[in-house]
């Protein structure tokens, strides 16, 4: 019964670390679309809502790629987004697949690296400028700064 105990309690710790997270340091409410590879499928999905100085897990499963795709945007207009991949991203809650998506919705979103980490915290900013921090584990930490 111990061992049985012992490896749930493994599993329940690892699934909780491993996963894709959005922390807002702005002053204004954001919403949040990820893009991502899974089961030789890409996806869309939002929207998260995020409020200022809070952060929130937008990808629970293990993260297996290296990289993921982020658009965000908050009331005030402005967008941390990318010009060279394009998502799906409607007005209302989504989880879509891509190649079920019309041109009129898709947003272009950036290119986030998380590389071989388990966990990471992408930090969205006010700014025109992109810099990037890591740490010494394998938690990752990355702030970026919008493009308006």
């Not at 908050?74 to 209302?92: E, I, L, M, Q, V």
């Not at 992408?122 to 919008?146: A, C, D, G, P, Q």
């Amino acid at each position: 019964m111990k061992h049985y105990f012992v490896i749930l309690l493994l599993f329940v710790c690892s699934k909780s670390f491993s996963q894709l997270n959005v922390k807002n340091e702005t002053r204004s409410d954001v919403w949040v679309a990820i893009g991502y590879y899974e089961v030789n499928t890409w996806y869309s999905q939002g929207w998260w809502k995020i409020p200022p100085s809070q952060t929130k897990a937008v990808y629970t499963n293990r993260l297996v790629n290296d990289k993921y795709y982020i658009y965000a945007e908050d009331a005030k207009d402005s967008r941390w987004k990318g010009d060279t991949y394009y998502f799906c991203a409607p007005n209302h809650k989504f989880k879509l697949v891509q190649k079920d998506c019309s041109s009129d919705i898709q947003n272009g979103f950036f290119e986030l690296y998380v590389g071989q980490n388990y966990s990471y915290t992408l930090r969205l900013t006010n700014s025109s400028e992109h810099f990037w921090t890591e740490s010494n584990t394998h938690k990752h930490i990355s702030t970026v700064k919008n493009k308006d």
